[in-house]
């Protein structure tokens, strides 16, 4: 066979062997300092944007003891976290589907003990996640408020972390907090910041401009605060939560549907960090096979 032809057929080979690399799968939390500000409900419709985008979405409701996913779903699962925990059910058998394809790991209510849990259902919540076998291109965490463990192992164990705020002081205070706690023990140095319900664009900046100049004065100026916009409030938001629908499904032409879809968009296009911090991760192998 002539050397040409060797050639060709390598060249062949190789463009029938060669694969896209796979999409990077991002596991974001989003958090809070402070109750009340509408974390949740970002969470639903984030999650429903991005599956409307044609990504295969899990969200985990990770306010344990005081589930709300499910409730501004308005799903009645019949297993929760707590039965994963148990051992009375496999994290598949307790998922429940939402809107558009939405995965949904719901959490329970009113069970003190699932408010902080112990060293042993932490690792075992991670195994579980990290032997899931079907493909996932995002994992959304809506964690509770504050800077309980709970709180705080779910920020941790995600590779991004988006923190709602809106203008009020005691919820920068707390934003604050929250940031100062990961930043100063758990070593987390990168967030986003997502202002919520407010009418201009000018007050959401603000909101901006007075955290990152309070995180850069007192923590660093190696702390990355991205500032990804803010979600306009909208009368239409509470109509959605007290019918137990996503303001995106209900309302699709409403101006904050628009902004969760163009959230989504810009979060799924903007790269994720590149490196996996020293912290133990949900689904780190999966995460770490992207690194090599």
């Known amino acids: 066979m002539k050397p040409t032809m060797l050639l060709k057929d390598l060249e062949d080979l190789t463009q029938k062997s060669a694969t896209p690399p796979a999409p990077q799968l991002r596991v974001i939390a989003v958090t809070s300092g402070k109750g009340g500000v509408g974390k949740s409900n970002v969470v639903v419709n984030l999650g429903v944007a991005l599956a409307q985008q044609g990504l295969k979405v899990l969200l985990i409701d990770a306010d344990l003891g005081l589930a709300n996913v499910d409730i501004l779903l308005g799903l009645n699962p019949q297993y929760t976290i707590h039965d994963v925990l148990q051992l009375r059910k496999t994290l598949p058998e307790v998922l429940v589907e939402g809107p558009d394809g939405l995965k949904i790991l719901p959490a329970s209510s009113g069970i003190p003990e699932l408010a902080e849990l112990d060293e042993y259902q932490k690792m075992f919540l991670l195994n579980e996640l990290d032997n899931y076998s079907e493909s996932i291109?995002?994992?959304?965490?809506?964690?509770?408020?504050?800077?309980?463990?709970?709180?705080?192992?779910?920020?941790?164990?995600?590779?991004?972390?988006?923190?709602?705020?809106?203008?009020?002081?005691t919820s920068i205070t707390d934003a604050y907090a929250l940031i100062k706690v990961l930043a100063t023990q758990h070593n987390e140095r990168r967030f986003k910041l997502l202002v919520n319900g407010l009418s201009q664009p000018r007050e959401a900046e603000a909101v901006y401009r007075t955290l990152l100049k309070v995180a850069?004065?007192?923590?660093?100026?190696?702390?990355?605060?991205?500032?990804?916009?803010?979600?306009?409030?909208?009368?239409?938001?509470?109509?959605?939560?007290l019918k137990q629908q996503p303001v995106l499904t209900l309302y699709p032409k409403a101006r904050v549907s628009r902004s969760f879809t163009q959230l989504a968009k810009h979060l799924w296009e903007t790269p994720a960090p590149e490196e996996v911090d020293g912290n133990i991760k949900f689904f780190w192998r999966r995460l770490l096979q992207y690194q090599i």
């Open 216 to 241: 850069e004065r007192f923590l660093g100026r190696d702390i990355s605060l991205e500032y990804l916009g803010y979600i306009p409030y909208d009368e239409s938001v509470p109509k959605a939560v």
């Open 137 to 169: 291109d995002v994992v959304l965490i809506d964690t509770g408020a504050g800077i309980s463990k709970n709180v705080l192992f779910f920020n941790i164990a995600a590779l991004e972390r988006v923190v709602v705020a809106n203008n009020e002081p």
